[in-house]
């Protein structure tokens, strides 16, 4: 689990409450559920308009990506690679038939049943391409819902704002209601800002980056099943494929 995240959206919510704090406010002022539900209710409302019903939930399932930590492109996948050269090799593209697919990523799985087939590598590579397309454009398209969200977010902090007002000015024959009433007007806009920038955009770019990982994960073994279609030997698989995994590697820890 990536702590990252959690963290990030804590330390962002303290730093806003602990500045208000600072200015002399009072916590209590930034706790006002009618803001939240003009806010919160209107952004997945705007959402949902714009998207389908399938798409909308892709993006709430895609959630989880948040939280996970960044698939590695390590020596253990190129020694997978390796193996897979070695036993096209030795006993063909026939080999794969009897293969324990089992653990295996379901991308490299797709792979493996295509060379068993004896599928050209003009045709695998069509598939593979083909899939990994797929994949970005789906996986993208839902996860952009809150992208979405981060752009209605402050909109709709602005009408929460404008309806308080409208509440206010119906009392503005009572100056002692005003303050109060104006405090919380803006309570909405603050909401609007706080979800935008601490929430919801945030979200999209680690789910981004999370699918763009696992691109770079696929395409390494993209890269690899290419080569065994090609009857490359596994040495010329290694010294190809090495120098990706040691840049691949190097860009997750960065």
């Known amino acids: 689990?990536?702590?990252?995240?959690?963290?990030?959206?804590?330390?962002?919510?303290?730093?806003?409450?602990?500045?208000?704090?600072?200015?002399?406010?009072?916590?209590?002022?930034?706790?006002?559920?009618?803001?939240?539900?003009?806010?919160?209710?209107?952004?997945?409302?705007?959402?949902?308009?714009?998207?389908?019903?399938?798409?909308?939930?892709?993006?709430?399932?895609?959630?989880?990506?948040?939280?996970?930590k960044t698939r590695q492109v390590d020596r253990e996948n190129l020694s997978a690679l390796l193996e897979w050269g070695d036993q096209a090799k030795l006993n063909g593209m026939l080999a794969f038939e009897s293969l324990d697919m089992s653990g295996i990523n379901p991308f490299a799985r797709r792979g493996l049943e295509l060379l068993a087939n004896g599928v050209s590598t003009a045709v695998l590579e069509d598939a593979l391409r083909r899939e990994l397309a797929a994949y970005e454009r789906n996986r993208?398209?839902?996860?952009?819902?809150?992208?979405?969200?981060?752009?209605?977010?402050?909109?709709?902090?602005?009408?929460?704002?404008?309806?308080?007002?409208?509440?206010?000015?119906?009392?503005?024959?009572?100056?002692?209601?005003l303050g109060a009433g104006i405090a919380a007007a803006f309570t909405a806009t603050l909401y609007g800002l706080a979800f935008a920038n601490v929430v919801f955009l945030p979200l999209f770019g680690k789910i981004k980056a999370q699918v763009e990982s696992e691109?770079?994960?696929?395409?390494?073994?993209?890269?690899g099943l290419l080569a065994i279609s090609r009857k490359e030997s596994p040495q010329t698989i290694e010294t190809r494929l090495a120098a990706e995994v040691r840049e691949r590697s190097a860009e997750l820890l960065a």
């Open 140 to 177: 993208m398209a839902a996860a952009r819902i809150w992208q979405q969200a981060g752009g209605y977010s402050p909109t709709f902090g602005i009408l929460g704002a404008v309806l308080g007002l409208i509440h206010v000015t119906g009392h503005i024959l009572e100056p002692a209601q």
């Open 215 to 223: 691109l770079r994960f696929r395409r390494l073994y993209l890269d």
């Open 1 to 68: 689990m990536d702590l990252l995240t959690i963290f990030g959206a804590l330390l962002g919510t303290l730093a806003i409450a602990t500045g208000f704090w600072l200015e002399g406010g009072q916590f209590g002022m930034l706790f006002q559920v009618e803001a939240f539900v003009i806010v919160v209710g209107g952004t997945l409302s705007a959402v949902m308009i714009q998207n389908t019903w399938a798409r909308f939930y892709d993006g709430i399932k895609q959630l989880h990506l948040a939280f996970m």
